[in-house]
């Protein structure tokens, strides 16, 4: 088969003999007595045909290609229908408060929902390159709860720059001094590493204890 370019941009199959009344064939499969389902067209629409922008049934009649069609894509290099992907933009977005209490929390299982939280990734809107997250408060930080040894395996290590300058600090330690960095640590480690995710972080507010200065956004209550 030749493909030829029509004035309606599509590309037409010439049939066998070389005329130019040669068709392509839309759909292989369907029911046996359908009219068409997901699995493409049925006994009716076996016989429709492309010829430049218009389809044709058996009959020779032609009509619009959409109508009665279940939509294909890539046959043969053809496209019958476009999609649009939606693109947040920055300044569309409308970022909202919530409040999370982690008394109780595992501290894994709570840092994967504040990620997605804060990127967007539990909107329809998510886009990667854009920030689509919304803020979040979180109480009660050094309530969390570790799972088997880690309360007292886990380390943390700071690194003051000069020749032995490094300092570990234990979970136990870490809880009563700098609860809100235990959470915040494994937070930034499910975030990319860039710049993007570095502002995200920023939308992650996280105290010990129950009393916040956030009030004035009227975070929302959610359980996570």
């Known amino acids: 088969m030749h493909k030829l370019e029509n004035d309606g941009g599509l590309p037409d199959v010439m049939g066998p003999g070389g005329d130019e009344g040669g068709l392509e064939r839309v759909g292989a499969q369907g029911g046996k007595e359908d009219a068409g389902g997901p699995e493409g067209p049925g006994t009716g629409e076996r016989g429709a045909v492309i010829h430049g922008g ?3 049934n058996s009959g020779g009649e032609p009509r619009p290609k959409n109508e009665g069609l279940t939509p294909l894509f890539g046959v043969n290099g053809l496209t019958l229908f476009s999609m649009k992907t939606y693109l947040a933009k920055k300044e569309t977005e409308q970022p909202k408060w919530y409040l999370v209490d982690a008394e109780g929390q595992v501290l ?8 997605n939280i804060i990127r967007g990734r539990n909107k329809a809107t998510y886009t990667a390159h854009v920030d689509t997250g919304d803020y979040v408060v979180v109480l009660n930080a050094e309530k969390i709860v570790l799972t088997g040894k880690k309360e007292e395996q886990n380390e943390y290590m700071a690194f003051s720059g000069f020749v032995g300058g490094e300092r570990y600090r234990s979970m136990p330690q870490m ?7 235990v959470i915040m640590h494994a937070v930034k480690g499910m975030l990319p ?4 995710a570095a502002k995200m972080l920023t939308k992650l507010r996280v105290f010990a204890g129950t009393k916040h200065p956030h009030e004035a956004n009227n975070p929302v209550k959610i359980s996570v």
Do not use: D
């Not at 590493?193 to 993007?196: D, G, H, V």
């Open 193 to 196: 590493k860039n710049r993007l």
């Open 54 to 56: 218009i389809v044709a």
């Open 175 to 181: 809880r009563a001094k700098r609860p809100e960095f």
């Open 108 to 115: 894994g299982r709570l840092a994967v929902k504040l990620a």
